[in-house]
């Protein structure tokens, strides 16, 4: 395992501002932390109010760098954007997008109802694209910047159980690949960062039983569990300019997963 008083230090995150998305539990609260550790300034939305609370207040009091967060349904579009603009009037302009928050709820072919698919499709798809839609013009005025959009390997491996999640999960890489030319005529960098089994708190209580365990020695090439800080890792060197030159690119932390 790594010792992490011995990982990278990214100085050219140093006072960076960063907005992220389901920041406030699981691999979004990994993020977070990791990017206050670098001395980056975090604003982050999730519609978990007591567990991003508790976050920001256990961030603020060990760190220098400002944290904004703000109580919010990403399925409301106008409620997303309005706490984009409400970040940046308060820390400034984001060099740095992470489109994190998904929801992998389980359900079947014959249980989705247009409804159902719509809902779906806006937790787990279409805030990414508004979030950029919102902050690339401060990317601009900054002249450059880098979004990272959480996708997943779990389609990829033909994981069953969430036809929805799958769908909007594999529709990452499209919006990754899709924007990346006119974004990078203005030095704004997109990338994705795909996941494998990552050992959130949800994920052991709801999904990791023998079965489960059976699985990660069966198809990781690595026998030590995902976890969250692994994944965000990944997402401070993208979003660091260590990673100046990659963009339109997939990065899988998954383990070796087969």
Not at 142 to 168: D, E, F, M, V
Not at 247 to 253: I, M, R
Request: glycine fraction near 10%; hydrophobic fraction near 40%; proline fraction near 3%.
């Amino acid at each position: 395992m790594s010792d992490p008083t011995k990982l990278a230090r990214y100085l050219s995150l140093e006072g960076k501002n960063v907005f992220i998305t389901g920041g406030g539990t699981g691999i979004g609260a990994a993020i977070v932390t990791a990017f206050v550790e670098q001395g980056a300034h975090v604003a982050f939305v999730d519609v978990a109010e007591a567990e991003s609370r508790a976050l920001a207040s256990q961030l603020a009091s060990g760190s220098k760098a400002k944290i904004w967060w703000r109580t919010c349904d990403v399925r409301d579009v106008a409620a997303l954007q309005a706490a984009t603009h409400d970040a940046a009037r308060e820390l400034g302009d984001f060099s740095v997008l992470v489109n994190n928050v998904a929801r992998d709820d389980r359900h079947t072919l014959e249980s989705v109802t247009p409804e159902y698919w719509d809902e779906r499709m806006s937790v787990n798809q279409r805030p990414a694209f508004f979030a950029i839609q919102s902050l690339v013009p401060g990317m601009k005025r900054l002249g450059g910047g880098s979004i990272i959009n959480l996708g997943s390997t779990g389609w990829q491996t033909k994981g069953s159980g969430y036809p929805c999640y799958a769908i909007a999960k594999s529709s990452v890489n499209g919006l990754t690949r899709g924007l990346a030319d006119s974004l990078g005529a203005d030095r704004i960098r997109i990338n994705t960062v795909s996941p494998g089994w990552v050992m959130t708190e949800r994920q052991i209580s709801m999904w990791l039983n023998a079965e489960g365990e059976a699985d990660i020695q069966r198809n990781q090439c690595l026998p030590d569990k995902l976890q969250p800080s692994d994944v965000a890792r990944m997402v401070l060197f993208l979003a660091s300019d260590d990673g100046a030159m990659c963009t339109a690119q997939e990065f899988k932390v998954d383990a070796g997963w087969n």
